[in-house]
């Protein structure tokens, strides 16, 4: 029964996305439908990272890395499955789907096996040196995938076509697994798994202590988030067309950590805005022109002036929040 | 208090950006659904797209571009416009980056209706740029991207330069026929497509006529010490070496050479074009030779003009990026006129049918492929300056 509803409640928001995304496809122009792809793209990337950053505690700065195996898994994948697949139930947005789909569940799972390559061995470290770890892990990546000839070296890969990659990263494709990767988000944070990353969070040792399996829980968290990137990278690169080492260079891994810092770390909500601001402030701010950088770092200052816990602090916009809000009653926790 | 403090953040953010928007960008933008006339009807100005790195470590190709884009077209408003009409342009930066570049071009055609895009200087940015100018079948003419793949995507995608596999060439024959070099050794970016595509294409020219590559050595941009590469070099017999990569590397590179005390003679491409690089190379990169679009001291009447109009009004010399964005400006605004009109796909087919047009960087003719062909000058470092040395012909 309780199946039932859920897959029914599942079922009206895919249908009710579909909706949202044919009308805006209608009345929207090309430009600002870019910059909501852009933005969803980098909701899946914040609320990934945010898994591992804000609600675990334990620090990467290596995740474009995760995000370039996943594109570059998707983009070859995509090129490589599309025919057979056009063949078999005939080209058209249904075989596009197919592909897509297929191809970013390819780069999640290797954006994962990634994950649990680095993190086995390095999560049983602490702070700095997690750091320091993925780090070095995200410029390999792109170290290797620079002199990968087949993968096109660091001109970087575009698929067979000279027009690049397919476009098959559309509104609704985009936030229909930006639905997903929240969802899972939200049950892991809010289970007892939730509850044991937290602890880590709050005192690693005294968590240890109570016999949480901390090394254990740090890695399923840390191998999530490498997924969540994953998906992220996949739904760039057929957005992009193409991509290249270069896209993924450190300074990518810092905009993420920008992302979840000015939302809230450890907020899914948080990371939400967050990622929609990276996305939309720099192009609202088009008309200054070489100015925009300028006051896109003084808006970063003010927020962590103002703000130091982030726009969202560690609070969640949930239904039962709104609830209460409606009532008038108790102040939020 | 924190609400307070807020709203005092806010009206001073709205008012800093109030005050740096320009009064040509002010009113909404046209939306894509405001009407049935496309871009370029009516009877006001026309808008021609430019999108550079404005800001960013490559800075400096983009503004020289720009600077020279807008000369031309000033010239020829100057002149009474295109079809009765003024041409305005209008620039977007990329930041250097591969999703801003995408973002950009479609800026410029949705919210500033351009006809026509110019730009990017970087391939890597001129690819996802020129991939969306074909899918919205804009014509779209590059300055200054040399890697083949971008004319590659498609019929709207042009360019006024030759291309790397060209430019490779046109040093492997200097080195060989000009300077009678037998053994060469090679020191590439190995993160930039650009040198490496740079490096195959001098190999595969330079390896048939006899010449020997005697050692291959790499370095990724942004490196501070070349002496373990150098050292390598030196420990050769070879008499010069080949380094395809950007001025501020190439710059360190022949200081940290001249003080290892290896004099062997340093052969280049168009990334060496900056004033930057005898400010950082100093002495040390006196003697050295690379490939480039332009001279100014061996130009012909209409390039003198545009060099000493430049220097007028900026005060400094073009370099090869800048007379490229002139010239690219100016092919297109021919092809505007031959069209008569801004139609995309009259532009486009005018633009490939572009035949012998005298631009500063020479003569230009676009091959079937929509790259320029034309001829590669190389020029020498003589006392912290470039001066002209010889023409090579394709």
């Known amino acids: 029964m309780r199946w039932l509803v859920r897959g029914a409640v599942a079922a009206a928001v895919l249908a009710g996305l579909l909706g949202l995304a044919r009308v805006i496809e209608g009345g929207l122009m090309e430009y600002a439908q870019r910059v909501l792809l852009l933005a969803g793209i980098n909701v899946i990337l914040a609320v990934g990272l945010n898994l591992i950053n804000g609600t675990t505690g334990q620090f990467s700065i290596g995740h474009a890395g995760f995000m370039a195996v996943g594109a570059y898994t998707c983009a070859w994948v995509g090129q490589h499955l599309a025919p057979g697949v056009a063949g078999a139930v005939g080209a058209g947005a249904i075989a596009d789907a197919i592909s897509l789909n297929a191809a970013l569940v390819s780069g999640a799972v290797t954006a994962a096996l990634a994950g649990v390559i680095v993190g086995v061995p390095s999560l049983r470290l602490k702070g700095d040196y997690l750091a320091i770890v993925t780090l070095g892990f995200g410029e390999i990546i792109r170290i290797v995938f620079n002199n990968w000839k087949a993968l096109g070296g660091a001109t970087g890969y575009s698929g067979e076509d000279p027009a690049g990659l397919p476009a098959w990263t559309t509104l609704f494709w985009v936030y229909a697994w930006v639905v997903v990767i929240i969802t899972v988000v939200r049950n892991v944070t809010f289970s007892q798994t939730g509850r044991s990353l937290i602890a880590i969070r709050e005192d690693e040792v005294a968590a240890e202590a109570m016999a949480t399996p901390t090394t254990r829980l740090k890695v399923v968290a840390f191998v999530l988030s490498a997924a969540a990137a994953g998906v992220a990278g996949g739904l760039f690169a057929h957005l992009q067309a193409g991509i290249r080492p270069e896209d993924f260079r450190l300074e990518k891994s810092i905009d993420m950590i920008v992302m979840i810092i000015v939302g809230g770390l450890g907020s899914i909500t948080g990371a939400v805005v967050g990622g929609v601001f990276m996305a939309v402030a720099l192009e609202l701010m088009r008309d200054l022109e070489e100015y925009r950088l300028v006051l896109y770092a003084l808006l970063l200052i003010l927020i962590m002036i103002l703000r130091p816990e982030g726009l969202f602090g560690s609070r969640e916009l949930s239904f039962g929040w709104l609830r209460r809000k409606a009532r008038g009653g108790e102040p939020a926790s | ?394």
């Open chain 2, 1 to 394: 208090m924190i609400r307070r403090r807020t709203l005092i953040a806010l009206l001073t953010l709205s008012a800093v950006y109030a005050g740096c928007k320009k009064d040509g960008a002010a009113g909404g933008p046209a939306g894509a659904t405001s009407g049935s006339a496309g871009p370029g009807a009516g009877s006001g100005e026309v808008v021609v797209g430019h999108y550079a790195s404005m800001t960013g470590s490559e800075a400096h190709f983009g503004q020289d571009t720009d600077k020279a884009i807008r000369m031309a077209i000033d010239e020829v408003n100057g002149s009474g416009g295109v079809v009765g009409r003024k041409l305005k342009v209008v620039t977007v930066d990329t930041r250097g980056d591969a999703a801003e570049a995408a973002n950009a071009v479609t800026r410029l055609i949705d919210v500033e209706r351009s006809v026509a895009i110019l730009g990017e200087v970087a391939s890597s940015l001129s690819l996802p740029g020129g991939r969306i100018a074909q899918r919205r079948k804009i014509p779209m003419v590059s300055p200054s991207s040399t890697n083949p793949k971008v004319t590659e995507i498609g019929d709207y995608v042009f360019r006024v330069c030759f291309i790397d596999p060209f430019q490779g060439k046109v040093m492997a024959k200097f080195a060989k026929e000009n300077l009678k070099i037998e053994r060469v050794a090679v020191l590439k970016d190995q993160k930039s497509d650009y040198s490496i595509g740079l490096a195959d294409a001098f190999k595969a020219a330079f390896e048939p006529t006899g010449g020997k590559i005697v050692v291959e050595q790499s370095y990724s941009k942004g490196d501070t010490d070349f002496s373990a590469q150098l050292t390598a070099i030196k420990n050769t017999d070879a008499q010069a070496i080949f380094v395809p990569g950007y001025y501020t590397d190439v710059g360190a590179i022949a200081k940290t050479a001249e003080r290892l005390g290896v004099k062997l003679i340093l052969l280049g491409g168009d990334g060496w074009d900056s004033p930057d690089l005898f400010k950082i190379g100093g002495n040390a990169i006196n003697g050295a030779y690379f490939s480039n679009h332009f001279a100014p001291d061996a130009a012909t009447p209409k390039a003198k003009k545009f060099v000493a109009d430049f220097k007028a009004k900026h005060g400094v010399e073009p370099t090869g990026l800048g007379a490229l964005g002139w010239d690219a400006a100016m092919v297109l605004v021919e092809a505007m006129k031959k069209a008569g009109g801004f139609e995309a796909d009259a532009v486009r087919k005018a633009l490939s049918e572009t035949r012998d047009f005298e631009g500063v960087t020479g003569k230009i003719t676009m091959d079937p492929q929509r790259n320029a062909n034309k001829s590669a000058v190389v020029l020498k470092v003589v006392d912290g300056a470039a001066k002209y040395e010889t023409t090579v012909e394709p």
